[in-house]
């Protein structure tokens, strides 16, 4: 059974960087499609960043500039570098691989950007 699990997450004061990781098992990561996802309290899920199986990336403009995704296939792990973090990025980060139409969700680590 493929599991996604992430790590990284935190407190950080605004300004602040933090990296979050995401590894697999059970599957390799080089076939899929791969995005992180985060949910604020009282708001819906929302794509942050993803890269096709090819390498190919996508940002929501709110972190275009300042976030960057990353893979390690061989590692079969995924990254999510933050940078210059600011109050409206604290939520809940989750990972997701997608194949065929079918979607792998990680649990979750919590990112709470706070002075």
């Known amino acids: 059974q493929v599991q996604l699990v992430e790590s990284g997450g935190g407190l950080v004061q605004p300004g602040g960087s933090l990296s979050l990781s995401c590894e697999a098992s059970g599957r390799w990561l080089r076939f899929y499609d791969m995005g992180w996802y985060r949910q604020a309290p009282g708001k819906q899920r929302e794509l942050v960043a993803d890269m096709t199986s090819g390498g190919a990336t996508n940002y929501v403009d709110s972190v275009k500039g300042r976030f960057t995704i990353s893979r390690d296939n061989a590692k079969n792990t995924v990254y999510l570098q933050m940078n210059s973090l600011k109050p409206e990025d604290t939520a809940v980060y989750y990972c997701?691989?997608?194949?065929?139409?079918?979607?792998?969700w990680g649990k979750g680590t919590l990112v709470n950007v706070s002075s």
């Open positions: 997701n691989a997608r194949l065929a139409g079918i979607d792998l």
